[in-house]
């Protein structure tokens, strides 16, 4: 078994490359399929690299050159455990959250390196021991890892590649190449051998195989989990690993019986040379002993043309040979001399050897009658040629089968996506409410929707009972339907209106599209035909027609009345005015309800003598649709909208509209926007007649989306998606549990959240409780089969709580078992409609109000003639108790407004104050006199001019609100708003100004946070200043101690030379120990400097008792107790004491605190001790307040730093706590006190301090 191990070592080196490229391959497939998101790359690179790296040994082996490759074989594998290490890193870091930086290479490479020391061996040896066991178990850590946490966990398939790739690192790192250290010179590949018989190469095979195998069913199991929500049948996955496994094996065999025939052919020829010298040898044994000249000759002469020749004697010892200098060697170990021999162990007939870098192949013959024998390596060329052919089959065939495999699983995928896409598409069209159906070409149904089939009451077999002409009649815009069809059959799109005959002679009216499909040869063959229910439509606008004919008549009526009223009563002026303001409200009513529509209208002047008819009048809608402003429509020609290519057409539908008047007129037109941009719409016009001038009133349709809709019904998946993104209406993919897998955009506008959020949530967490018990019944019947599909009216709750009524179709999507696996929602938002509706009822109501309410009025006037005068008098009594009630409602409003602690402040646009309330005179400087009528620049700022940083400009400029936070002049922290006011037009008149005094709170805010704070620094000084006091004291004795230890030490080095100890040497260790203790205890001074900071900065409430001090005595004192701190930091330090400065009231103490906590910042902020640091003190009349102030010449502070320099832990210095501003700010708060800071970086800092000579008297509490 060992032999034929031996003999297949180059099959084995190749199906170990062919196994780690299939793992690259596998890890590279992996990457667009991964769910786990591990760094597939870095494993598919070691894959790669390794096994072209064993396909290199391959190539060394069979063509015996293996010097020349030797520096790469040594490169290449550090390069591929590199690769391997980073992925089992990254990886580490991905599944276990445990990061380690790129750092570590460093001391692995450096180890490495250091192997170099012995040579490309030690290289070798020392890139396994560090990087490839390293990385190996890294990489099985992070493949077990993942298993573990996957989507499909516990995964068995990674859990196997994790599992032989820890092995393979093991064998990887344990069994080296010999190198000239332990443990590699120890423990070798030839010690594994000889021990195991078998060569590591074969188990590390075998062990990729198995790791690629692992991935490659992992990748195979992701594939299977993506497309699982069809159920698509998947060829099983272990067939191709047989069929691949099958030829591995059948290479090998194969090999194997070439490489027999080729040695059987080798050791054949072989033999008949050796046999002709043996028999010459043999005519006289004793030649060989006795004329050992004449002998040598003939044997030098017999072998000149051979590679390896020996006479040997029993023992292995070389009488001749064709290389004279091996004369007298051993070819094999003799026992009982131990003489260095050629060869590890005695060589037989048949035996392969490696001898001086060559493979070569033996032939030996026994001289009869005699210990002697002849010994022939012949080259194994022939036998490495016939092998490395069937290696090559092998690849062939495996990659073919492989090739073969991959393409079946493409095919399978796409089909899999076609038969998708075909259900997603059918789906679709099953759930629109519009009729769909194919014809051919005799205009017979070949298949429709459920919609279809449900109006005509019949099922798929019987759609083709009745060709279109029989259920179908065209109302306008087509002509003859067989025409039609016939245009169709041409290759040209026809739209017309119809009405379509179901059963029981149901009649519905349609707006009808038929388009042409063609074959894949460009012929057609069918024709789709979309037909769009208008019926409520229609009546819609015969009601809306009939509607505004009478409601020409009542006008016409009521004029006359009023003309006859107005000859009768030309002496009441003033009614005449109510009625003609009631009658423009009315107006501005119907003309918003003009504006409310959908729909683009458009009024044309027809009375234009040859003219194009002109824009007069246009709604919202047509403005926002051609994206233009109604002022730059109107006095247009309406060509100016038509796209060029419509011009004729829109000439023909005008010369139809002037020869039929009164008729509505349906035609579909391309307009152009302002932009440039072309899109369809559909026309309805019609001559109306107002105040005895022609217009065309036109109603455009915006129908790009249902030629998009068109359009899409024309393709396949690949415009499916770009439907389902760009669809108006919400359109939902749902799983079986009622959760979201799938919203395009317009659902997620609806509702509010995106397809993340939505991913997160089911129907019921968004639905309206009152609505999903119902929704609940529709489900439960859908999911069972009895119904198709079922629309509803829904409200749904948007993600900012707002109800969204919508109109909802859902129907399923059932696999091969119709076995519903996912529901397919369509949404309308249908709140706008809803509205609209009851805009236009109330509209309607409100009309029939003022006609009766106007007629009632006419006959009062008409009936009470006589008695206007006693009526005039009683509206003017009830015009003074109005005005009454204003005033007091005005006054009472005052007294409100007034009565709030707010400051609210009315401004107009030039930012003028209109009005102000009492409150006002709090917040701003009233020293002025009376705001009203000043700009707030004036009155806050102090100056003529605006601000450059203006929040009522920002208001002017977005007419959207504005907060922010600002202080008063009396430094009082205020919360601001300005809200932007507007008139019913929508048109930004005024803006009002609202300020509120946060100050209190603030302080109240921050009184909390130190209570919090304080309770913390209590626990944290309980618990940390005993174990810390126990370290000082003990580094102080550890200190004392080791000043005799060192000397003793010194001593002892002295007497017995150098020594270590812990790894520090003799030499260093007396001065390295003691910095450590020094270390130690710096150390246990700073946290007990941080736990009595935090304490101090949360117990300054609490220490609050005032006595008088005087400020100059006080900084004196600081000065004094930090002076050996000055002398050491600094060659220039200076006070200037102000001599006036009034006795002041507050806690010595504190202020003391201050000032050395500000002078110890100005000192550690100097770069050397030739900068200088300046304190003074002063006092400031015009303000009533002593000053202090320390400047230092030191880095400075940076200008992103200076607002963040006062919070607590805040610092920028090595050793700071970032409490001592944070003390000092919290000490002035308590005084009122005040703190400014001027630095700039690299040039120092000023800090200004200001303290008030009065502050308020404080209630002294005792801790």
């Not at 439907?723 to 997620?748: C, K, L, M």
């Amino acid at each position: 078994m060992k032999n034929i191990l031996i003999s297949q070592l180059d099959y084995t080196y190749f199906v170990y490359g062919l196994s780690l490229l299939m793992l690259g391959a596998a890890c590279l497939v992996q990457l667009k399929k991964d769910q786990l998101k591990l760094p597939w790359v870095f494993l598919a690179m070691f894959g790669i690299v390794s096994g072209l790296h064993a396909w290199g040994d391959l190539i060394n082996i069979v063509f015996d050159d293996r010097k020349h490759s030797h520096d790469l074989n040594v490169i290449i594998p550090v390069f591929s455990f590199i690769f391997l290490f980073e992925f089992g890193r990254r990886g580490i870091s991905d599944t276990e959250n445990k990061r380690t930086g790129v750092w570590i290479y460093v001391p692995l490479i450096l180890l490495t390196g250091l192997g170099g020391l012995a040579g490309l061996e030690g290289i070798d040896a020392m890139g396994r021991y560090t990087l490839g066991v390293s990385g190996g178990f890294l990489s099985c850590r992070t493949l077990w890892a993942a298993a573990r946490k996957g989507p499909a966990a516990p995964d068995r398939c990674l859990m196997t590649a994790s599992i032989a790739l820890g092995l393979h690192a093991l064998l990887t790192g344990t069994v080296v190449h010999y190198a000239p250290f332990p443990p590699a010179s120890i423990i070798n590949a030839d010690l594994f051998f000889s021990i195991s018989g078998t060569p590591v190469q074969t188990i590390k095979t075998v062990l990729a195989a198995v790791i690629a195998m692992s991935v490659w069913m992992h990748s195979e199991n992701c594939s299977r989990t993506d497309d699982n929500v069809f159920h698509v049948k998947h060829t099983h996955k272990t067939v191709p690993l047989i069929a691949l496994m099958a030829i591995i094996i059948g290479g090998w065999l194969l090999a194997g019986l070439l490489g027999k025939h080729a040695k059987h052919e080798e050791l054949r020829e072989s033999a008949v040379y050796a046999d002709a010298i043996v028999s010459h040898l043999q005519k006289s044994p004793d030649n060989v002993v006795k004329s050992n000249e004449i002998i040598a000759d003939f044997f030098s002469e017999a072998t000149n043309h051979h590679p390896e020749s020996f006479l040997v004697d029993r023992k292995g010892a070389i009488f001749l040979s064709n290389r004279p200098e091996l004369v007298s060697s051993n070819l094999w170990p003799d026992t009982d001399k131990l003489k260095t021999a050629l060869l590890p162990y005695e060589p037989h007939t048949g035996d392969e050897i490696d001898y001086q870098g060559r493979h070569l192949l033996v032939t030996r013959r026994g001289l009869r009658d005699s210990d002697w024998s002849l010994v022939l390596f012949e080259p194994t060329m022939l036998i490495k040629e016939y092998r490395f052919f069937a290696i090559v089959a092998t690849l062939v065939l495996f990659s073919v089968t492989f090739a073969f495999f991959i393409l079946l699983q493409l095919i399978r995928e796409s089909s899999s996506k076609v038969v998708s896409s075909e259900r997603l598409y059918r789906s679709l069209v099953d759930g629109s409410p519009n009729f769909i159906f194919l014809i051919d070409e005799e205009s017979r149904c070949i298949t429709a929707n459920k919609a279809y089939l449900s109006f005509f009451e019949c099922g798929l077999p019987d759609i083709s009972v009745k060709g279109l002409p029989d259920i179908c009649s065209i109302e306008k815009g087509g002509g003859d339907l067989n025409s039609i069809i016939k245009k169709c059959l041409e290759g040209k799109r026809r739209s017309f209106e119809s009405t379509l005959t179901g059963c029981n002679e149901r009649r519905c009216t349609c707006s009808s599209t038929l388009s042409p499909i063609y074959d894949p040869d460009g012929r057609i063959r069918n024709i789709v035909c979309i037909f769009v229910d208008v019926t409520a439509k229609k009546e819609a606008e015969k009601e809306i027609e009939k509607y505004h004919y009478h409601l020409e008549d009542l006008i016409k009526e009521r004029t006359s009345e009023l003309e006859e009223a107005n000859r009768l009563l030309q002496s009441e002026i003033l009614e005449r005015i109510k009625v003609e303001k009631a009658l423009r409200t009315s107006e501005e009513r119907f003309h918003s309800l003009f504006n409310l529509a959908s729909d683009a209208i458009l009024l044309l002047d027809a009375d234009t003598e040859g003219k194009e008819p002109a824009i007069v009048d246009a709604n919202v809608a047509a403005s926002s649709m051609h994206g233009y402003t109604p002022d730059e429509l109107i006095g247009k020609p309406i060509s100016f909208l038509n796209a060029p290519e419509s011009l004729e057409k829109a000439r023909e539908v005008s010369k139809q509209l002037f020869e039929n008047p009164g008729e509505v007129v349906t035609f579909e037109i391309t307009h152009v926007r302002k932009d440039g941009s072309v899109f369809p719409i559909e026309v309805s016009a019609k001559i109306i007649n107002l105040d005895g001038k022609n217009y065309i009133l036109g109603i455009d349709r915006d129908i790009s989306m249902r030629k998009s809709v068109e359009e899409a019904l024309r393709r396949s998946q690949q415009r499916f998606r770009a439907v389902f993104d760009n669809a108006p209406v919400g359109i939902t993919i749902i799983n079986t549990d009622r959760r979201f897998i799938e919203a395009n955009t317009a659902f997620q506008k609806m509702t509010g959240y995106d397809i993340a959020e939505l991913s997160e949530l089911s129907v019921s967490d968004i639905s309206h409780p009152d609505d999903d018990r119902l929704n609940m019944l529709y489900y439960e019947e859908l999911m069972a089969g009895r119904l198709p599909h079922f629309s509803m009216e829904k409200r749904f709750i948007r993600k900012n709580g707002a109800v969204l009524l919508t109109n909802i179709v859902i129907t399923t999507i059932r696999d091969n078992y119709d076995k519903p696996v996912l529901l397919f929602g369509i949404v309308e938002d249908i709140t706008e409609k809803k509205r609209a509706e009851d805009e236009l009822r109330k509209y309607h109501e409100r009309l029939e109000e003022i006609i009766a309410q106007r007629t009632s009025e006419l006959l009062k006037i008409n009936k009470s003639l006589k008695n206007e005068i006693a009526e005039r008098k009683e509206i003017e009594t009830t015009l003074k108790e109005s005005e009454a009630k204003l005033s007091v409602l005005y006054n009472e409003f005052n007294i409100i407004l007034n009565s709030t602690p707010d400051s609210i402040v009315l401004m107009s646009l030039d930012k003028k104050v209109l009005w102000a309330n009492k409150s006002t005179e709090n917040y701003i400087d009233m020293s002025a006199g009376d705001p009203v009528g000043k700009r707030c620049h004036e009155l806050v700022h102090k100056t003529d001019c605006p601000i450059e940083e203006c929040y009522a400009a920002k208001v002017f400029e977005t007419e959207a609100p504005v907060d922010f936070q600002a202080r008063n002049y009396q430094g009082r922290m205020l919360d601001i708003r300005i809200v932007p006011i507007k008139d019913e037009s929508g048109k930004f008149i005024k803006m009002l100004h609202i300020a509120r005094d946060v100050t209190e709170k603030n302080r109240l805010h921050e009184t909390a946070h130190l209570a919090s704070l304080g309770e913390m620094a209590a626990a944290v000084a309980h618990e940390i200043n005993n174990p810390n006091n126990v370290i000082m004291f003990n580094s102080s004795i550890l200190r004392d101690s080791w000043g005799d230890v060192g000397k003793i030490l010194h001593e002892y080095s002295k007497d017995h030379g150098d020594f270590s100890a812990g790894g520090l040497p003799s030499g260093t260790i007396s001065e390295t120990v003691e910095n450590l203790i020094a270390g130690i205890v710096k150390s246990s001074v700073r946290i007990k400097n941080i736990v009595g900071d935090m304490r101090r900065l949360s117990l300054q409430d609490k220490q609050t008792f005032f006595e008088e001090y005087d400020l100059n005595t006080v900084t004196e004192n600081a000065i004094s107790l930090l002076n050996m701190r000055i002398n050491k930091l600094t060659k220039s330090f200076s006070f200037s004491a102000a001599p006036d400065i009034p006795i002041l009231k507050g806690n010595p103490t504190q202020i003391e605190q201050v000032v050395i906590n500000l002078i110890l910042n100005a000192l550690q902020a100097l770069e050397n001790s030739d900068k200088a640091v300046k304190v003074s003190t002063g006092y400031d009349a015009s303000s009533d307040s002593a000053l202090l102030e320390v400047f230092d010449e030191g880095y400075g502070i940076e200008s992103a730093h200076l607002g963040q320099i006062m919070k607590p832990f805040f610092t920028t210095k090595h050793e700071g706590t970032g409490l001592g501003l944070s003390l000092v700010g919290k000490i002035l708060t308590t005084h009122n006190g005040k703190i400014e800071f001027k630095s700039e970086s690299g040039k120092g800092t000023a800090v200004k301090v200001t303290l008030p000579v009065r502050i308020p008297d404080r209630k002294e509490v005792k801790e």
